[in-house]
């Protein structure tokens, strides 16, 4: 789930900093690891932070929502399909379709288009009402190009198709990488769809910058990227503006900050393909944990209620995957 050598080599960094410090201080090691990363866009402070997390919960003895202030118990989810591609399992907006029937006949309330890396509009568009038409009105739609529209006006052409098929929210669009807020306040005067950005903008300031500009509907927060103390700080920050945050990605930590939210609609099951295992599931835990496609009940998954994360891991299988190890001392 750690997308590569990139973010490991700052948890090396941010694992450093660690050495005598009080490991239930995470306040204090997030505000002085923030500052020492602040040159690498602070990537690297999740593992970490995540970690803090789990043993605090281990300390206390209690699951890491409850220390947050727990909210609920289930989370309503979307499978995220993956990229769309010529060659594989979705080649085409009918097979678009049909899979997002299939997740609607297993349950789930809502479901997101990873559209082809091309970014070819007219498809995308074709994709977006061939979806609505085949789901009717109830589920909740979404559409991610995940930044592959090349202009400014393919952006508009694939949202209207959004506007006319009545999209829960249209995200990433732009191939700016998702990260001006001029661009996108123009795109919200346009579009009658929620936006939904802050998935590439790094940091807790920006994103909440992004919202007070105008320049998002929904904000995205990131245990991936930010951790769960600078996620719930995000969480916190667009409550205080009446807005909604949602969580990029599965995974323990997401569902355990998701269950101390008020202020949000559904849990990301990205990697989500019509058959066979999800694309990004590591299968690492030694318990009951999993984020597979047809692991919901009724469209819902469940907060583990264990200590800290409520996982446990199967370390014969990460020592056999394991790339290297680092000693901090
Ligand atoms: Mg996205």
């Known amino acids: 789930m750690w997308s590569g050598p990139v973010e490991y080599a700052g948890a090396c960094v941010v694992a450093e900093l660690l050495v005598g410090q009080d490991p239930l201080e995470r306040e ?10 602040r040159q690498q866009a602070e990537i690297g402070i999740s593992a970490v932070d995540i970690a803090l997390w789990d043993l605090a919960g281990k300390y206390h003895d209690a699951p890491i929502h409850q220390l947050l202030g727990g909210y609920r118990t289930t989370l309503p989810t979307y499978p995220a399909s993956v990229h769309a591609t010529e060659h594989d399992e979705l080649k085409s907006p009918e097979e678009m379709a049909d899979f997002a029937e ?27 009402l061939a979806l609505r038409d085949r789901v009717g009105p109830e589920m909740d739609l979404m559409s991610d190009p995940y930044n592959a529209l090349r202009t400014f006006g393919d952006a508009i052409k694939v949202g209207r198709a959004c506007d006319e098929a009545g999209y829960f929210w249209y995200e990433d669009p732009l191939a700016d990488g998702g990260i001006s807020q001029f661009a996108h306040r123009k795109l919200r ?87 066979g295992p999800n694309a990004n599931y590591i299968p690492v835990y030694a318990n009951d944990y999993v984020d597979q496609l047809d692991a919901a009940v009724d469209g819902h998954f469940p907060v583990p209620q264990g200590p800290g994360l409520g996982v446990e891991y199967d370390w014969t299988a990460i020592r056999r995957n394991s790339l290297g190890t680092e000693v901090f001392q």
């Not at 204090?28 to 990363?37: C, F, L, P």
């Open 189 to 275: 005067e346009l579009l009658a769809t929620p936006l939904l950005l802050t998935e590439h903008v790094r940091g807790l300031e920006a994103r909440v910058d992004f919202m007070v500009n105008g320049a998002t509907d929904f904000v995205r927060g990131d245990v991936q990227y930010m951790g769960i103390t600078a996620t719930m700080k995000l969480a916190h920050a667009a409550e205080g503006l009446g807005l909604d945050i949602e969580l990029h990605s599965p995974g323990p930590a997401q569902r355990q900050c998701m269950a101390a939210i008020r202020n949000t609609n559904y849990y990301e099951l990205s990697g989500s393909r019509p058959k």
């Open 102 to 128: 299939q997740c609607k006949e297993l349950g789930y309330p809502a479901f997101k288009i990873h559209g082809w890396e091309n970014g070819e509009p007219n498809r995308e568009a074709a994709t977006i």
């Open 28 to 37: 204090y090691i997030y505000s002085r690891v923030k500052q020492a990363m």
